[in-house]
């Protein structure tokens, strides 16, 4: 009998896609499930084209599904009601374990706080992971009882069907294209402007052409900012793409050059050789690429 697996990812960009070595265990283990991920509305695209998953559901947990009521009204309306085998909560989330059981998850495996831990069934134990994805594949040894695979992030993208993508090429028939992204959530970690007026006058001597990703308005200010330094020889992309959309760019950018954010953890997922730039000095355990 096909089981069905919720995956419960309610972060941000980077830790949805560094997720996907656990969609693949699971898929790996147990060839006929079905795998549905759960993410915040942003993020939906993030997981919904990941290798092994089969369908992508969101909550909105800034609006409509904000607070307990919110998580009910979305469980009340979820198709996957009362069809859930296994929900896995990443980083025992507990909005993500309430939501779990109110969906009517048969089993709940997460790693959770104290005083939510009556919810779950299974909680791992043994070795502490040190990268992202494997605390998250740590999840799957809960529930399978043995070692998860050591597998590699992967996003699926087909240039042919994005639209931005396919302009692109034919704007740019014959140029070598570089992606950059300069900007992320946490100013500290954003690359110095200088340094990318630098990157982009330097690939652009060299025949390159330099695709500028960004979303939101620290972005636009940033793009403007290396306008107005009189540095205009890249493609501004800033707030243009979609998630899926910066995917399929990135899938035939010869290079990514970014700083830690989503971005980045994208470009590897699509197997885009990916230059990181860290300005932030800390823990780097998490680090899933």
């Known amino acids: 009998m096909q089981k069905t697996f919720l995956i419960v990812n309610l ?34 695209e993030v997981a919904k084209y990941q290798k092994d998953v089969d369908d992508a559901i969101f909550l909105d947990k800034r609006k409509e599904n904000k607070g307990f009521l919110g998580l009910i009204k979305f469980a009340y309306h979820c198709k996957y009601r009362n069809k859930i085998d296994v929900a896995f ?10 939501v779990s059981r109110l969906l009517g998850a048969k089993r709940v495996v997460a790693k959770p706080p104290k005083f939510i831990k009556f919810l779950v069934s299974d909680i791992p134990t043994g070795r502490e992971p040190i990268k992202a994805q494997d605390i998250n594949g740590h999840l799957f040894e809960g529930y399978a009882k043995k070692a998860e695979k050591v597998l590699p992030i992967k996003y699926l993208t087909n240039p042919k069907e994005s639209f931005i993508a396919k302009k692109i090429r034919e704007n740019y028939p014959n140029s070598t294209l570089i992606g950059l992204c ?3 959530k946490c100013k500290s970690k954003d690359m110095l402007l200088e340094h990318a007026i630098e990157i982009i006058n330097n690939l652009h001597t060299k025949g390159k052409t330099v695709l500028f990703f960004g979303s939101g308005q620290i972005a636009r200010n940033y ?42 953890h994208l470009g590897y997922a699509v197997s885009c050789p990916t230059v990181c730039v860290f300005y932030q000095n800390g823990p780097s355990k998490k680090m899933g690429t």
Do not use: W
């Not at 020889?233 to 990135?250: C, E, G, H, Q, R």
């Open 11 to 44: 972060s941000f960009f980077g830790d949805v896609l560094l997720t996907n070595p656990l969609c693949q265990n699971l898929k790996t283990e147990y060839p006929d499930c079905k795998i549905v991920f759960l993410t915040n509305k942003p993020f939906v």
């Open 89 to 98: 909560v990443v980083y025992g989330n507990p909005r993500g374990i309430i």
């Open 182 to 184: 300069c900007t992320s």
């Open 223 to 264: 793009a403007d900012n290396i306008k107005k330094h009189g540095c205009t020889n890249f493609v501004d992309l800033t707030n243009i793409t979609s998630i899926y959309d910066l995917a399929n760019l990135l899938s035939v950018c010869e290079k990514l050059i970014s700083v830690d954010t989503g971005t980045m």
